[in-house]
């Protein structure tokens, strides 16, 4: 008896690994053609500065509306995507339509705003990046200082020379980098100093330990370690407070979480306040 019980759950495990390889292949498929037709959009979420509690940028985020599934979130299709070449072309498709909506928004307000866009490893290892982003620039006519390029320390591990060298080309257009999700990677310190990146976005792993002891010195090390390599940072996933209030303290310069804005359609941009309220300041604090 025990045995065909262990025969039959092996047999359900091997059906299912091939339900799950099926329904992968599909969803490939699908997002295949959500490309040629209508289905994707991106989202934005407003990167706020701590000092003045302005907008300084927005991250753009890919979404898609499944026919028959409805919207998936980016966990479950970009890892799909980065399994074929299909996500080349989908990062290529994100930053035409993140570069056109920033050139359509530069005209309404009078600072330096930003859009950033997550690039995947095979956008690098592929060498497509500096045609995307040059094709991307020319038809939305976009200033290249207002764009801003997001990559993580393990989509560049993979082909580090060719990435770094790739990044110097891009950069020589005035497009800057962020190394995204820092901290989760496993690349090592003097890397950091390698990669031409000007800004530095903490994970929010670190933002969620901010209520105990280490996480705090955590924080701290890294927001004065990238002081010191002349590194702007962003705190990434900031949903309260007490969060944005200590990340003030510690010198961090921007922000972006749900404390402030949820991600939201291009739509809803313009409608959405300019200035959030901001901890109020050290020098203030001291008057107060
Ligand atoms: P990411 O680049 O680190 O983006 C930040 C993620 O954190 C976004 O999730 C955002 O919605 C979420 N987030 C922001 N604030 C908060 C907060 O306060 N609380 C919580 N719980 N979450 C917050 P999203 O949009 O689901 O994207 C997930 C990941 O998918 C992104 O992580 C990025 O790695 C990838 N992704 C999204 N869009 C693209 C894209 O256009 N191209 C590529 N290659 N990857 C993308
Ligand atoms: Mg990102
Ligand atoms: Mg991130
Ligand atoms: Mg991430």
Redesign the pocket.
Known sequence: HAKRVAGNSIETFVSDMHQRARDRLQLAADLRAALESDQLH??Y?PIVSLRTGRIEGY?????WTHPTRGPL???EF?PI??QSAL?VD??GW?LRTAARQMACWQTLWDDERYVS????ASQLTTRALMQQVRVALADSRLDPERLVL?V?ESSLIDDIEASIAQMHSVRALGVRFAL??FGTGYSSLSYLQRFPVDVL?I??AFIDALDDPDGVLLVRAIVNMAASLQLRVVA????GEAQADALQRFGCHLV????FS??LPAADVVAMPQTFAVPASQAIRAIG
């Open positions: 991106l989202a979420q991250e753009a985020l890919v979404r979130s980016p966990a970009i995507a980065e996500i989908l990062g994100v866009v997550n690039v995947a997001e993580t995204d999700d976005k994970d929010k990434e996933g900031v949903e972006q979480g749900y404390h949820r991600p």
